[in-house]
């Protein structure tokens, strides 16, 4: 079964620091690889995609992520985050045999101190 | 982007009762929709895909009669969970597929049930 791995669970950075959160999954084939940003309080909102070509995806809020298809990684970064970057991030997978379903990882718990 | 409303936001219910969760699509039609739980601190767990239509199709290990998924019109499925338990105490989130993204997704704010 396909699965997705985000190693950190929790992070903690003082603004201004830059960020990496790593995201590996499991499945060999084409995948649509998403990352899910959930504020306190809010419902889940898209961050980025990356369905196909340059592998270098850049998001709202000045996130990006790197598709690296020989580690199965999509890791998002973020050069200098800030206090309002505080929120839960969700890396998903979805592979072109699940139809639109969607797999999700653990979720790391960002926390930025001001 | 695409809207997705849940409906109610949090519900608190006796031990024994049926709760009914809504979830619309508002700005666009939705031929599939997905359920999710979501236990503190923890990963969105797919519970079921919900097609307008016909049938829902439900993961390993979720009771299809206790968790009842009607998807009646393109714009509306209904998650009920039936004859509730303390252990189905969660967060509830449903999303709509965005018909011109294949696997993307937009999600709903979410339904916190307690059930006492």
């Known amino acids: 079964a396909q699965s997705v791995s985000q190693h950190n669970h929790h992070v903690i950075l003082s603004e201004a620091a830059s960020l990496e959160l790593g995201c590996n999954y499991s499945?060999?084939?084409?995948?649509?690889l998403f990352w899910y940003v959930q504020y306190p309080g809010q419902h889940l909102q898209l961050l980025l995609k990356?369905?196909?070509?340059?592998?270098l995806v850049k998001g709202i809020k000045g996130f990006e992520a790197e598709f690296i298809k020989s580690k199965f990684s999509f890791n998002l970064r973020k050069p200098s985050v800030q206090w309002s970057d505080t929120a839960e991030y969700f890396c998903?997978?979805?592979?072109?045999?699940?139809?639109?379903?969607?797999?999700f990882g653990g979720g790391t718990r960002l926390m930025v101190k001001p | 982007g695409a809207v997705v409303s849940q409906h109610p936001s949090r519900v608190i219910c006796k031990s024994g009762t049926s709760v009914k969760i809504e979830c619309r699509s508002l700005?666009?039609?939705?031929?599939?929709m997905f359920w999710y739980r979501q236990f503190p601190k923890q990963s969105l767990m797919l519970m079921a895909t919900?097609?307008?239509?016909?049938?829902?199709?439900?993961e390993q290990g979720v009771e299809k009669d206790k968790f009842l998924i009607n998807h009646a019109s393109l714009t509306l499925s209904t998650l009920t969970v039936t004859s509730a338990h303390p252990e189905d105490s969660s967060f509830y989130i449903c999303?709509?597929?965005?018909?011109?993204?294949?696997?993307?997704?937009?999600f709903g704010p979410g339904t916190r049930l307690t059930v006492t």
């Open positions: 919900s097609n307008e239509g016909s049938k829902a199709t439900y």
């Open positions: 700005d666009f039609q939705a031929t599939t």
């Open positions: 499945y060999g084939g084409t995948v649509n």
């Open positions: 998903a997978v979805n592979h072109n045999n699940a139809g639109n379903m969607l797999t």
């Open positions: 999303s709509a597929r965005d018909p011109g993204a294949p696997g993307e997704q937009y």
């Open positions: 990356y369905f196909s070509g340059d592998p």
